[in-house]
């Protein structure tokens, strides 16, 4: 369990080192596609349940949208503000907002950040299609202590918040998992036609 759960960190870390490294972001997205689609239907930590994993044929995805990618500086002009998650593996999971992602067009997200062991910024969404074309919970876009991190400016000066790049969380497959939420400072009024989808396609 501990060491198929290491690889597929392991492997999510590179997928994403994959996508950074990219010149175009399109062509990053297919990457990242492609290598979840990859985790899914074969990995042992995969969060399909049996019967899914059987029928699986990949995840639905929103075509790629480059005017949902956006480089943002992390606005620090917040109140304090502490979030403690009870999740399913880990025990109860605190974070500290430690900012705001200005997103032109569409609003703001708070930006948070794991305040135990090793640290870490996290990205939470919902925005108008939960509960219907995506995960009623939300998805994530950043989670860089498990390695979705799709960079920034030098010395942590900015983030890439790209859209496109939102997923399910675990729980969105297997009711067993215990999953940060996004709250409410990470909810977005307008629909978001990116990233992965839910409830159709090939799960």
């Known amino acids: 369990m501990s060491l198929s759960l290491l690889d597929w960190r392991r492997r999510v870390g590179a997928l994403y080192a994959e996508v950074r490294a990219a010149t ?30 059987a029928v699986f044929t ?10 949902l990618r956006f480089t943002v500086e992390v606005d620090p002009d ?29 609003g703001d997200l708070d930006v948070w950040w794991l305040a135990t062991y090793g640290g870490g910024v996290f990205l939470p969404l919902k925005d108008a299609t939960a ?32 859209l496109n790049f939102a997923y399910n969380p675990s729980c969105a497959y297997d009711p067993a998992w215990a999953c940060p939420l996004a709250p409410a400072g990470n909810t977005l009024a307008a629909p978001v036609w990116g990233g992965e989808l839910y409830g159709s396609g090939g799960c």
């Open 78 to 106: 917040v109140a304090p503000q502490r979030m403690q998650v009870q999740t399913g593996t880990d025990g109860v999971v605190p974070f500290q907002r430690i900012g705001v992602a200005h997103l032109d067009g569409l």
């Open 131 to 162: 509960g219907t074309a995506t995960y009623g919970g939300g998805r994530y876009v950043l989670d860089t202590a498990k390695g979705a991190d799709l960079g920034g400016g030098v010395l942590g000066s900015s983030l890439v918040v790209d």
């Open 24 to 53: 175009d972001p399109a062509d990053g997205h297919r990457l990242w596609r492609r290598g979840r689609d990859e985790l899914f239907a074969g990995h042992p930590q995969t969060p399909l349940l049996p019967p899914d994993r």
């Open 58 to 67: 990949g995840l639905p995805y929103a075509p790629y949208d480059p005017a």
